[in-house]
């Protein structure tokens, strides 16, 4: 049962263009999100962040939404660039929670 | 500042062996997390330490793994006897407490084991 849900396990998008990954969550008592970028043979590293009391989070070519009726959470990078190319996931946690659940990943592709 | 280490970076190790795989967590973080990442898929959550405490190992195989984080030293993931179906990347996150300014985790790179 995955509380953290990444439908889409690729995407593929133009230099300088718009990348949306998109994360679905289940668990109402998650409240507060973090996207985590990972290269190949690397560790896998943070990105950015947002909490539930907000519903935008921007940092650079980086901006995160959140709509906590919907229970989504998306990750919007612009422009995009050849080096954005790694797997992103999209990780949550509750307030009473111990550790972050997170979700399968989503290849991103930017293509030059 | 040395961020989440961890070693071996790549560890071969035949059926029935045993494996350890450490992590050191970033200067300043008492809590240590382990992940496991299978071939095309996600992070899976395995087992959430303090010092000389296992706080949450609800996400580890019942047999064969155990982990510790003694009060010195590394956080230690053993595999006793392993088979080839624990071959996988093995993370190592580490955090302050949750209420600290920029709460969130540091990863390791990574210990790739590869069952033979």
């Known amino acids: 049962d995955q509380q953290v849900k990444q439908n889409s396990p690729s995407l593929s998008v133009q230099e300088g263009r718009i990348s949306i990954l998109n994360c679905d969550y289940t668990?109402?008592?998650?409240?507060?999100f973090l996207w985590y970028k990972k290269y190949p043979a690397e560790g896998p590293t943070f990105l950015i962040s947002?909490?539930?009391?907000?519903d935008k989070n921007e940092d650079g070519r980086f901006t995160v939404f959140l709509n906590k009726s919907a229970k989504h959470l998306s990750l919007h990078i612009v422009p995009s660039q050849p080096g954005d190319s790694a797997v992103y996931f999209c990780?949550?946690?509750?307030?009473?929670?111990?550790?972050?659940?997170f979700g399968p990943g989503t290849r991103l592709s930017v293509l030059p | 500042n040395a961020g989440v280490m961890q070693n071996p970076r790549h560890l071969v190790r035949r059926r029935g062996q045993e494996a350890r795989l450490r992590c050191s967590p970033m200067k300043g973080h008492s809590h240590v997390y382990w992940y496991r990442q299978l071939p095309e898929e996600g992070l899976k959550f395995m087992v959430y330490l303090q010092k000389e405490n296992i706080i949450d190992e609800s996400g580890m195989p019942k047999e064969r793994f155990s982990a510790e984080f003694p009060k010195e030293g590394p956080s230690i993931l053993r595999i006793q006897q392993v088979v080839r179906g624990d071959s996988a990347a093995y993370f190592c996150?580490?955090?302050?407490?949750?209420?600290?300014?920029?709460?969130?985790?540091?990863f390791g790179s990574g210990t790739r084991l590869t069952v033979v």
């Open positions: 668990n109402s008592m998650f409240d507060y």
């Open positions: 996150a580490s955090s302050p407490p949750r209420d600290s300014l920029g709460y969130g985790y540091t």
């Open positions: 990780a949550a946690e509750d307030n009473y929670g111990q550790n972050f659940v």
């Open positions: 947002i909490s539930s009391i907000k």
